[in-house]
């Protein structure tokens, strides 16, 4: 039990500009981004509120449609906006998440193999924006830069496997170091936020929350 988790997960207003995308994931200490195939086995109770924080802060929600599909994904409550990128258009049986509101399938244009991430982050700009993953969808996003922070919690487990890290693709070419903002623990896991240095040169108010 961590006292005042949402001090630490306040995100600030973003810039009128442009999106601030927060990237919120989970992996065990070797770097598996799933157990069983799923994220839920590696978190703890903690975890849940951060993702709820995390959601809570959030304008819109950006998620690959793999996770979608193996993660089950459920409507989110108006106003907020889900939007699921998908080349196939697959929302396989979930057909509730498919036809609700607050869903947003974004698919390629006529003519482009890929959904332009910085194009649809353009039209979401002056929004917090949480990239739920998974790995294909944030690899895009750190490789084109776009990323400005990182909660990753660390599940205290080493699994092996072939689990794949919490992105993958494209490698991020400059490699800069990010800023820690802070580490917490809770049972034996620990949450780290770390900022990328695109947000640093954005004209936001700093929070104040690195302990
Ligand atoms: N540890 C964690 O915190 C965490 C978080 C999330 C997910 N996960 C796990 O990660 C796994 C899924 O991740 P993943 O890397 O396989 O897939 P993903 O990133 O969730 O989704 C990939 C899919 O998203 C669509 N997509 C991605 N980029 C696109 C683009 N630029 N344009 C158009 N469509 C695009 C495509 O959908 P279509 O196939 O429909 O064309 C693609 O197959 C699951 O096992 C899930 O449990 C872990």
Partial sequence: MIEDLDRFYRVDAPPAQRAWVVMSMIASVDGASTMGGLSGPLGNPTDQQILRLAR??????????????????????????????SRTGDLGDLAEL???????????????????LSRLLDGLAGQVVVSEGGPTLNGQLLAAGLVDELFLTVSPRVLGGDSSRVAVGPSVVTGEPWELRHVLHDDGYLFLRYRSRRSSSASVRSSGTTS
């Fill in 56 to 85: 809570a802060a959030a304008d819109a929600i950006l998620v690959g449609a793999a996770t979608v599909r193996t993660e089950r994904y459920r409507p989110i409550r108006a106003p907020k906006r889900l939007y699921v990128v």
């Fill in 98 to 116: 498919a036809a609700a509101d607050t869903t947003e399938l974004v698919r390629p244009r006529p003519g482009e193999a890929d959904v332009d």
